[in-house]
């Protein structure tokens, strides 16, 4: 992953936009159209797709601040490795837009994010989980959501499930509040916040119970004691999160049949609730 103090490709281009000659200009706006192409072509090739000169590129990425062509295509490759969605969008082609491919893509994602995970690990997770005091999910931009979900199923079996943090709130408030018999759900998908990474070992340190659901290209260590990690792959520009929510689903039914009848008492209750105040 590319070091977080170093401006993007795109937002370098994007400072000196007004200063450029006109050639440098025209080579910038290709280059902003679709800056993930930068990846793929040579100085020769990125010269003659924009109608300038080999030294025109050259004074360019110079002015951009790197020390040749190499480093800059070197920073591209980086970012569209973390799943910058404007550097992904230059390899979607029509044929990869096309339905049966999503479908096939989603089919895949879903099969190989399974059979990565042994029944044994789901199963401790899910005893984990209802033996905590409480339950803590979080997650962030796109994360957000998919925590979001998996609180609102989960708080149909496990009554202490809580989203962090709320509108208007910050973390410290809550690690303050996580003690080491809570379990904490993690999800940190691409593309993710500058301290993440220093959050988990954060809270990895404050409890031993932390489950982090990732992406493939995280790293391979990490400080939690359970790490999942979902195909995302997509043909398009949009990460594919079919597995995740697949994940989701293995896990809280997992949950929901090892709590048993106490369980089903809960849910039960929560039904009958919603009867009483007509809220469906």
Not at 12 to 34: G, M, N, T, Y
Not at 231 to 240: A, E, F, H, R, T
Request: glycine share 6%.
């Amino acid at each position: 992953m590319s070091d977080p103090a170093v401006k993007s490709f795109v937002g370098r281009v994007r400072d000196i936009l007004h200063d450029l000659s006109p050639s440098e200009r025209r080579l910038a706006e290709f280059a902003l159209d679709f800056p993930g192409d930068l990846a793929g072509y040579s100085a020769s090739e990125l010269a003659s797709l924009a109608n300038v000169s080999n030294a025109t590129v050259t004074r360019f990425i110079r002015r951009l601040g790197y020390s040749n062509y190499e480093a800059a295509r070197k920073q591209v490759r980086s970012e569209k490795k973390a799943g910058s969605p404007l550097l992904l969008a230059a390899t979607e082609t029509e044929a990869e837009r096309s339905l049966a491919t999503h479908l096939q893509q989603s089919q895949n994602n879903l099969a190989s994010t399974y059979r990565r995970i042994p029944d044994s690990l789901l199963l401790e997770i899910a005893q984990a989980i209802l033996g905590a005091r409480k339950v803590w999910v979080l997650g962030f931009r796109s994360s957000h959501a998919l925590a979001n979900y998996f609180r609102w199923q989960l708080l149909q079996i496990v009554p202490e499930a809580h989203l962090i943090p709320g509108p208007g709130e910050t973390m410290g408030e809550h690690l303050a509040g996580i003690h080491a018999d809570d379990v904490v759900v993690i999800f940190a998908l691409r593309r993710r916040v500058r301290n993440m990474d220093q959050l988990i070992r954060q809270i990895a340190q404050l409890n031993p119970n932390v489950l982090h659901i990732t992406d493939q290209l995280s790293a391979e260590k990490s400080a939690c004691r359970w790490t999942l990690r979902c195909d995302v792959q997509s043909p398009g520009v949009l990460d594919n999160h079919v597995a995740v929510i697949g994940l989701c689903h293995l896990i809280l039914s997992q949950i929901m049949d090892q709590a048993g009848p106490v369980g089903r008492r809960h849910l039960g209750m929560v039904e009958a609730f919603h009867d009483s105040f007509l809220e469906l």
